[in-house]
């Protein structure tokens, strides 16, 4: 079964910017990826969506400051945020839409002065 590996992620003063990767084992060319994320003591969020096609789709908070994107040569799924805010601390995750491999052990995001 595909494996799918988050990483990235760090401690970031308020205004900063991190890319986060999302490397699977085997080829998700065809299939539709997402991020999520899980703030301590919440539900895990959607955050973003890219079809296999390239098509995006951004949670109506995030959209103006976070982009995903793909590599599918790599089977690599990418999400650039920028203007990072406190409230954007969370683990974040990747997944195929809809959601069909098991969850990786996410990446920390700590934005904080």
């Known amino acids: 079964q595909v494996q799918l590996v988050e990483s990235g992620g760090g401690l970031v003063q308020p205004g900063g910017s991190l890319k986060l990767s999302c490397a699977a084992s085997?080829?998700?060319?065809?299939?539709?990826m997402a991020w999520y994320r899980q703030a301590p003591g919440k539900q895990r969020d959607f955050v973003a969506v890219i079809t296999s096609a390239g098509g995006t789709h951004y949670a109506d908070s995030l959209k103006a400051r976070f982009t995903i994107s793909r590599d599918n040569a790599k089977n690599t799924v990418y999400l650039q945020m920028n203007s990072l805010k406190p409230e954007d601390t969370a683990v974040y995750y990747c997944?195929?839409?809809?959601?069909?491999?098991?969850w990786g052990q996410g990446t920390q995001v700590t934005v904080s002065s």
């Open positions: 997944n195929t839409v809809p959601i069909g491999i098991s």
């Open positions: 085997g080829s998700i060319s065809s299939n539709a």
